[in-house]
């Protein structure tokens, strides 16, 4: 009988200290680049982009948080993850709430407009139209506030991952991921057939404006 699957603690108690942050360490590694590519390909969507790209970036950072604790004894937890990660989450929820509601309301007086203008034969359907370039800075300004918080999401990570590489002295290379916008600092990028990959970069130093973003670019 197979002997049953071990956690990765589990499985690096069993190695010496040393084998045990690298261990870790790579374990970390792959987690971080599933969670930016995933957070990428939803800033992609975000702006209209059909991506094909599975993963759930929030679910993917709630087990990074959880497998983080079980290795805080090893200084792999950074705790401030968890109180950004949260932020960014809850200010998404409420710009999609808010300008939910927003068009939601705006498309009702449109159709009751319409509705009593059918009615009464008075153009009240000229008030509710001249209610559509509202709708249009609503979805605007939700496209424009979740692309910035999807931005600085992904740039924390990419962030996290370059530390943990300088630290374990980790091959950035062998640490390559999806990439779908390309105005990160710190990475580095290649197509390989019809698909961007990056990697991380330790040349440059970080800047966490995305509007002055130039991704170091390999070709």
Same mark, same amino acid.
């Given at each position: ?32 680049? %599933? ?107 939700? %496209? ?45 990028? %290649?197509?390989?057939?019809?698909? %961007? ?23």
């Amino acid at each position: 009988m197979a002997d049953a699957i071990k956690d990765s603690v589990e499985v690096a108690l069993e190695l010496d200290e040393r084998e045990v942050y690298s261990h870790i360490a790579h374990e970390s590694a792959e987690d971080m680049i %599933r969670i930016i590519s995933s957070i990428d390909a939803e800033r992609a969507r975000n702006k209209g982009e059909v991506i094909y790209y599975e993963d759930d970036w929030d679910d993917l950072i709630r087990q990074r948080i959880q497998k983080g604790k079980r290795h805080t004894a090893f200084d792999f937890y950074n705790p401030m993850l968890l109180d950004i990660w949260e932020k960014k989450v809850y200010e998404a929820k409420r710009i999609k709430k808010i300008v939910g509601i927003a068009r939601g309301v705006i498309g009702a007086i449109i159709v009751l407009t319409g509705i009593a203008t059918a009615i009464t034969g008075v153009p009240w359907i000229v008030l509710g139209l001249a209610y559509i370039p509202l709708m249009l800075y609503a979805r605007s300004y939700r %496209r424009e506030k979740l692309d910035l918080i999807y931005y600085e999401l992904s740039q924390f990570f990419i962030d996290e991952m370059r530390e943990l590489l300088d630290k374990h002295g980790l091959d950035p290379y062998r640490y390559g991921f999806k990439i779908f916008n390309y105005d990160y600092f710190g990475i580095l990028t %290649r197509k390989i057939g019809g698909q %961007r990959y990056a990697v991380i970069s330790r040349r440059q130093p970080l800047n966490t404006s995305p509007s002055n973003n130039n991704a170091e670019s390999g070709g």
